[in-house]
């Protein structure tokens, strides 16, 4: 799951290497508003997840995103498997 997004953010900012964990979106990819916007929008349909405006604090760097996906990712696996009916 990491792989993916940091996958995608390579592409997203057309970066010819892999991005570390430490690398932050507004400082050193130089994303603005929009940009951030975009990229939630875009992981919340990858993943099939709810980012929350609050967790955007959250996402300032690779690692940051990548954690808040990780999380709502477990969280949704969690409420599925507590929430499934039998047969």
Request: proline share 1%; with cysteine; aromatic share 10%.
């Amino acid at each position: 799951m990491r792989e993916q997004v940091k996958s995608y953010l390579v592409e997203y900012f057309f970066v010819g290497k892999e991005l570390t964990d430490e690398v932050l979106l507004v400082d050193d990819l130089g994303a603005d508003s929009l940009d951030l916007l975009q990229i939630v929008y875009t992981l919340n349909d990858m993943f099939g997840v709810e980012i929350k405006i609050d967790d955007l604090s959250r996402m300032l760097s690779v690692g940051g995103a990548c954690n808040v996906v990780s999380e709502l990712c477990q969280k949704k696996v969690r409420y599925y498997l507590t929430n499934e009916k039998g047969p």
